[in-house]
Nanobody, 117 residues
């Protein structure tokens, strides 16, 4: 069993930055493939970025060059550094931990990110 708790969301102006964190409880954190997803009102949840157990990363085209995903296995924490934020980045951001297919497994409760002037 893994429990995930996101933090770091908030209101930011366009062009600003935020750093999301996802703290995990439970053991064997390093054995999970991790990801950040987001869901905007009226839209389906989509993958933002993922990082595998061997630190291989993957990004949605819409965030490439602006967002950076990282993990600290010693601290059981997943991060998402978001720079040059745009209004279209506004969404609830969720972290995910999966032993198998990304997007399965465990989910956090989400943290709201709002990009607005």
């Amino acid at each position: 069993q893994v429990q995930l708790v996101e933090s770091g969301g908030g209101l930011v102006q366009p062009g600003g930055s935020l750093r999301l964190s996802c703290a995990a409880s439970g053991s064997m954190f390093s054995l999970y493939n991790l990801g950040w997803y987001r869901q905007a009102p009226g839209k389906q949840r989509e993958l933002v970025a993922s990082i595998s157990t061997i630190m291989r990363t993957n990004y949605a085209d819409s965030v490439k060059g602006r967002f950076t995903i990282s993990r600290d296995n010693a601290k059981n924490t997943l991060y998402l550094q978001m720079n040059s934020l745009k209004p279209e980045d506004t969404a609830v951001y969720y972290c995910n931990a999966a032993r198998g297919v990304p997007g399965t497994g465990y989910w956090g409760q989400g943290t709201q990110v709002t990009v607005s002037s």
